[in-house]
């Protein structure tokens, strides 16, 4: 008696049509994911700036975001939802519309994240997840920088004159972690030629063969290596390093960046001013 081909068995022909159709769906999603992410970018008059985000597997949490504001402010997001893959990626559509809503409603940085906590926190909590988020609110036109953080990485301030250090420090804690939390502010000015470099820890933790990290002081060496490079340069610049360093080894965890450039504008303050903001200013309180 004769045995049916592979292609011919009733029984294995439903789950290689399953097995199809879910990765077709997989691949459906990391487009959209993809279009969310890697979309349009404000136009700007003077200054620059771009996002990048690559995920380690063939969708993932890490997250970037511009909202133009109607004075012409750009808010910027960037975040790092805790796993991988797609129950991460399902989390960062959350996050995304959290933001998305939030950005239309609040004043400042401080009072979106706070916004953003108060709709995330009892799925984040039920799920035993939380995301780390750092916000900035960015006006091309004064280089006035003011933001908060949600447990983010800090961002790197890379001056015109060759020097990068951190932006001044800030904490708070991730979204999803504790329900009516505030989040302070803190406002700088950058200068004409500053770029600020967000990014998330796939970055300074990508792995090279031996399991030697890229670290932060990597990741410093290459933005000094190119200070005169447009951001969407130095963008594939640290890609290229990260890159050459791992050796091909496979990706761990997304990749995320956000580079803004200061253009002139107009000549503003370099003072720093701290503010707390409250729950009650942007939401209803929990109950």
Same mark, same amino acid.
């Given at each position: 008696m004769?045995?049916?081909?592979?292609?011919?068995?009733?029984?294995?022909?439903?789950?290689?049509e399953?097995?199809?159709?879910?990765?077709?769906?997989?691949?459906?999603?990391?487009?959209?994911?993809n279009?969310?992410?890697?979309g349009?970018?404000?136009?700007?008059?003077?200054?620059?700036i771009?996002?990048?985000?690559?995920?380690?597997?063939?969708?993932? @949490? $890490?997250y970037?975001d /511009? &909202? +133009?504001?109607?004075?012409g402010?750009i808010?910027i997001?960037? %975040?790092?939802?805790?796993?991988?893959?797609?129950?991460?990626?399902?989390?960062?559509?959350?996050?995304?519309?959290?933001?998305?809503?939030?950005?239309?409603?609040?004043?400042?940085?401080?009072?979106?994240?706070?916004?953003?906590n108060?709709?995330?926190?009892e799925d984040?909590?039920?799920?035993?997840?939380?995301?780390?988020v750092f916000?900035a609110?960015?006006?091309?036109a004064?280089?006035?920088f003011?933001?908060?953080?949600?447990?983010?990485?800090?961002p790197l301030?890379?001056?015109?004159?060759k020097?990068?250090?951190?932006?001044?420090?800030?904490?708070?804690?991730?979204?999803?972690?504790?329900?009516?939390?505030t989040?302070?502010e803190?406002?700088?000015?950058?200068e004409? @030629? $500053?770029k600020?470099? /967000? &990014? +998330?820890?796939?970055i300074?933790e990508?792995?090279?063969k031996? %399991?030697?990290?890229?670290?932060r002081?990597?990741?410093?060496?290459?933005?000094?290596?190119?200070?005169?490079?447009?951001v969407?340069?130095m963008?594939?610049?640290?890609?290229?390093a990260?890159?050459a360093f791992?050796?091909g080894?496979?990706?761990?965890?997304?990749?995320?960046?956000?580079?803004v450039r200061a253009?002139?504008?107009?000549?503003?303050?370099s003072?720093?001013?701290?503010?707390?903001?409250?729950?009650?200013?942007?939401?209803?309180?929990?109950?």
């Amino acid at each position: 008696m004769s045995t049916p081909h592979a292609d011919q068995d009733p029984v294995r022909r439903p789950i290689e049509e399953l097995e199809k159709t879910l990765k077709r769906e997989i691949y459906q999603a990391r487009n959209i994911q993809n279009r969310l992410l890697n979309g349009k970018k404000p136009t700007l008059s003077d200054g620059e700036i771009t996002g990048k985000s690559i995920p380690a597997r063939v969708i993932g @949490g $890490d997250y970037f975001d /511009f &909202y +133009t504001l109607p004075e012409g402010t750009i808010r910027i997001v960037i %975040g790092d939802v805790m796993g991988k893959g797609i129950p991460a990626a399902m989390l960062m559509i959350l996050t995304r519309g959290a933001f998305r809503s939030a950005a239309g409603k609040t004043k400042t940085p401080g009072e979106t994240l706070t916004a953003m906590n108060q709709a995330l926190y009892e799925d984040f909590r039920s799920l035993s997840s939380f995301v780390t988020v750092f916000c900035a609110d960015w006006n091309p036109a004064t280089n006035e920088f003011v933001y908060a953080n949600a447990g983010h990485t800090l961002p790197l301030l890379l001056k015109a004159n060759k020097e990068v250090k951190e932006v001044p420090k800030l904490n708070g804690v991730m979204l999803g972690g504790l329900y009516g939390q505030t989040y302070e502010e803190r406002r700088i000015h950058i200068e004409a @030629g $500053d770029k600020v470099f /967000f &990014y +998330t820890d796939g970055i300074i933790e990508a792995e090279n063969k031996n %399991g030697v990290q890229f670290t932060r002081d990597r990741l410093i060496d290459v933005l000094l290596s190119h200070p005169a490079q447009s951001v969407t340069e130095m963008e594939q610049s640290v890609i290229d390093a990260v890159q050459a360093f791992t050796e091909g080894m496979p990706q761990k965890d997304d990749i995320t960046m956000v580079i803004v450039r200061a253009g002139y504008g107009i000549q503003g303050c370099s003072r720093e001013t701290v503010t707390s903001v409250e729950p009650s200013k942007v939401g209803n309180q929990h109950e």
